[in-house]
């Protein structure tokens, strides 16, 4: 099944901050991690990312970290779901795994923890991850989801 529209309210968000090219980046059900305080983060696999959201410049910037700690990061402003607005930090990280291979997902860190505090997000919770652009600039918004009965979503 196709995921839901974004919102109305968060349309009507961007469209009065002259957003546009909205794109559902990522539907996902929240790890213990992604809520976790100790971790401070919300990680986006690479795998469960619908569309390309990062234009290619943003791709290269992010890939010009390394694993020593040493991350590239932008700046990105997040629409949270009480529709407030804050900056978040965005990074690629690479997870290497006991076999060896690595396992490439980007995060939104630094005030992750308080986002999540402030929208009482938890554990097993459905998000959506939406982008949009002001001008050229990279934007996110992130939509909070319940799943009904009948197998649609509705907004919490």
Partial sequence: MPPPDLPIKFRKRIRALRGFDIALVIQKCLFKTDVSSGHNRLSIPLNQIRQTFLTPQETEFLNSGNNEKKCSEMEVMLIEPSLRRDTI???????????????????????????????????????????????SKLCLALVKRRAKSNGYFIEF
């Fill in 89 to 135: 930090s965005l990074r690629k990280w690479e997870m290497k795994k006991a076999s060896g291979s690595a396992t490439s997902m980007y995060v939104l860190v630094g005030k992750w923890n308080l986002v999540a505090w402030r929208n009482a997000l938890r554990e097993d919770e459905t998000l959506q991850l939406w982008s949009f652009r002001i001008n």
